[in-house]
């Protein structure tokens, strides 16, 4: 996982993973390596979600471009199970290219208070 990455913890990538799916159906979300990468130089990348154990290959192709954007990754999830939320057998990335469902999720990630 990138350095700097938000690590979720299973509550969290569980709300994360319905505002994805959501996402998904609206398409405002982008699905892969090369999809993702083209958002994220289009300036159209909001969020994105990185598999901690996506290739070394699909790492070094995306974090380049994700932080030279400046764009804020989550992480602490698999292939499978980022797969599984947007209808593929496996995925190691998905860019969030819509403002508001980036903030959305920001929103479920924040720790609950007290």
Same mark, same amino acid.
């Given at each position: 996982?990138?350095?700097?990455?938000?690590?979720? $913890?299973?509550?969290?990538?569980?709300?994360?993973?319905?505002?994805?799916?959501?996402?998904?159906?609206?398409?405002?979300?982008?699905? %892969?390596?090369?999809?993702?990468?083209?958002a994220?130089?289009? %300036?159209?990348?909001s969020?994105?979600?990185?598999?901690?154990?996506?290739?070394p290959?699909?790492?070094?192709?995306?974090? =380049?471009?994700?932080?030279?954007?400046?764009?804020?990754?989550?992480? %602490?999830? $698999?292939?499978?199970?980022?797969g599984? /939320?947007v209808?593929?057998?496996? $995925?190691?990335?998905?860019? /969030?290219?819509?403002?508001?469902?980036?903030?959305?999720?920001?929103?479920?990630?924040? =720790?609950?208070?007290?």
């Amino acid at each position: 996982m990138e350095t700097g990455a938000v690590r979720l $913890t299973a509550a969290q990538w569980t709300k994360v993973a319905g505002l994805l799916g959501l996402g998904v159906r609206a398409r405002t979300v982008v699905v %892969g390596v090369e999809q993702a990468k083209f958002a994220v130089k289009k %300036g159209r990348a909001s969020l994105a979600v990185l598999a901690d154990d996506a290739s070394p290959n699909s790492k070094a192709k995306v974090e =380049p471009v994700l932080q030279a954007r400046r764009v804020q990754v989550l992480g %602490g999830m $698999t292939t499978q199970q980022l797969g599984a /939320v947007v209808g593929r057998e496996a $995925t190691a990335v998905v860019v /969030v290219v819509d403002a508001a469902l980036a903030r959305g999720i920001r929103g479920a990630i924040v =720790p609950a208070a007290g």
